[in-house]
Nanobody
Framework: QVQLVESGGGLAQTGASLRLSCSAS????????VGWFRQAPGKEREFVAG????????GYADSVKGRFAISRGNAENTVLLQMNSLKPEDTAVYYC?????????????????WGRGTQVTVSS
């Protein structure tokens, strides 16, 4: 069992930056590939970024390429999402999740453990 907790969300203005952190307890997060997803009001949850267990970036959603960066934190049980040049359309609840060993990073059906999410609101 892995418990995930997201932090770092909040209110930001257009063009600002936020850094989200995904922390784990129960098992070492470095053992898992991890994905970040987000869900805006009235919309389906969508993939944002993914990283393999050994720190290789698996990919980004087209909407965040060049603005967001996923990485593993210095602490072995954290995964970070650096979000730069924020836009109002980035407003959503952001979730991290641990990926199962098969399947694409882009589908949320390939993830097993999920955090409860952190709200990111970007004002125009």
């Amino acid at each position: 069992q892995v418990q995930l907790v997201e932090s770092g969300g909040g209110l930001a203005q257009t063009g600002a930056s936020l850094r989200l952190s995904c922390s784990a307890s129960g098992r070492t997060l470095s053992s898992y590939a991890v994905g970040w997803f987000r869900q805006a009001p009235g919309k389906e949850r969508e993939f944002v970024a993914g990283i393999s267990s050994n720190g290789i970036v698996a990919g980004y959603a087209d909407s965040v390429k060049g603005r967001f960066a996923i990485s593993r934190g210095n602490a072995e049980n954290t995964v970070l999402l650096q979000m730069n040049s924020l836009k109002p359309e980035d407003t959503a609840v952001y979730y991290c999740a641990t990926k199962i060993s098969w399947g694409t990073y882009y589908s949320d059906t390939n993830y097993r453990y999920w955090g409860r999410g952190t709200q990111v609101t970007v004002s125009s």
